[in-house]
């Protein structure tokens, strides 16, 4: 059945723990995850069914607190300080199950990046000093900024028993994982930051010293949990930030903790939303940066460590590229948030030959999952969050089969023809040019656009393989949709773009953009 990707469907087993493939869900952010109490609601259990549904091995939950009183960031946020949260997360752990998939949350701690207003107290953090992003709040609130608390040895040491409480209320939930969450300037990566720490104890100063916070963690969930139980550990290989941490120190800091894991998960950046979002985007990487961006970090730490099972993210769009990954020995695992959003069918498409109805990601800004409260959705997947509405992630057979006509064959129109056709009409597409992709074709041409011509090429090959019928080369007249008797006409027809009559604008030598970034006039070299 997937002969093709013998990597990726190839599964694996960690501590007696089966993964039936090498596919992961890197973990969203909660946002409206939990109820009033930090807990998991149905909605939040409704939401992951799309993506264990559509095959992955592992779904991840982003940003779990393990104290909500000390480490808050969003709203509905779910919190692991609690016992009474055990019972609501076995729903979610037991839905994962019944797909093969594996449930897993990220025990976070934050701690410079939750705000004062937000806790009522000040942040604590490795050492004492103001965030940018504290300075800007405080500015705009007409207050003065309130520095991080510098954690005391004592308060360490409840830290470190708060993510191994954690942890265990995972397995008491039934899952068999957990992610420590290392990377993106949270707590954890404070403390081994050179820029944050300023210790002068056995926490701070050297390398070993820094990450020792890390490792004490570690050892406290291995005790707490036990031998059955996988560890992944979120890292960020580069924070690539001045003054943070870079590649050479983090490949030194992996030898400290590399026997207490069991799935290495690189990643890189910072997460700095109100501070100096600048560095967000290594992190949470724009449709102008490198696909598969982090890959290159994950085949270093691979070289440098060949026992661990190293796990990459970002930006890899489809099973091809974590085929290639996997094959190529760059990786273990493969991870993906966005591409799932775009298409969380994507894994079980690839396994049976689909690959032709792929919707690929174009690497928008969302990355948290989708949320009753905001209308912010998916560019290409009309679907993604509305699993009220639509719980098996697909639109019901209509009662009534009826011939439809679509005119135009651009983004909208191949949008009807596919939910057209998964509501079971006869469909019939008509484009009066000779090709499908309408104003798409136009938007291509820069050499930064890759992800819009991988979209292209969905659109061409979905036209071709759907089976509806597409006509190109065909204006549909009036003449010519009255005598096919159509139950309905679906006008797809674009629309033009509006250019400004500005002086000069009609010299022979000012031209449309999309028509010089496509050869379709001759341009001079300047």
Known sequence: MASKYPHVYDPFIIRGVVFKNRLEQAPPGCFFAADKNGFVTDDFVSYFRQYARGGVAICSVGNCTIDINESSDEDGQLQLSDPACVQPLKYFAEMCESYGAHGSLELTHNGKDSSFDRLGHAPYSASSFITVAEERRAKMMGRA???????????????????????LYCKQAGMKMCMIHGAHGNLIAQFASPKYNKRTDEYGGSLENRARFAVEILDAVRAKVGENFVIEYRISADECAPGQMHFDETLEFIKYI???????????????????????????QSYTMDQMFNVHYAEKVKKAYPDLIVATVGSIKDVAQAEEIIASGKADIVAMN???????????????????????CLRCGCFRMASPHTTKLCSVNPIWGRFKE???????????????????????????????????????????????????????????????????????????????????????????????????????????????????????????APDAENGHVECGEN
């Open 145 to 167: 900024p309130v520095p991080t608390i510098e954690m005391t040895k004592e308060h360490i040491k409840k830290t470190v028993e708060k993510f191994a409480t954690a942890a």
């Open 258 to 284: 590399k026997d207490k894991v069991d799935i290495l998960h690189v990643s890189s950046g910072i997460h700095d939303l109100y501070g100096e979002p600048y560095y967000m985007r290594y992190m949470l």
């Open 338 to 360: 966005r591409a799932l959003h775009a298409d969380y069918d994507m894994p079980r498409k690839f396994a049976e030959g689909r690959e032709w109805e792929h919707m690929p």
């Open 390 to 512: 639509y719980p098996e992630g697909r639109l019901p057979r209509a009662a009534v089969r009826k011939k439809v006509a679509v005119i135009g064959g651009g983004p909208a129109g191949i949008e009807a023809v596919k939910w057209l056709l998964q509501r079971g009409h006869d469909v019939t597409l008509y484009e009066k040019s000779g090709s499908i992709g309408g104003h798409i074709r136009d938007a291509v041409g820069a050499p930064f656009k890759k992800d819009l011509r991988d979209y292209l090429a969905y659109m061409e090959m979905y036209a071709k393989k759907c089976g509806a019928r597409i006509l190109l080369n065909t204006e549909a007249t009036p003449e010519l949709i009255k005598a096919e008797k159509y139950d309905a006409v679906i006008a797809a027809i674009g629309a033009d773009p509006i250019i400004p009559k500005l002086p000069g604008s009609d010299r022979p030598n000012v031209h449309w």
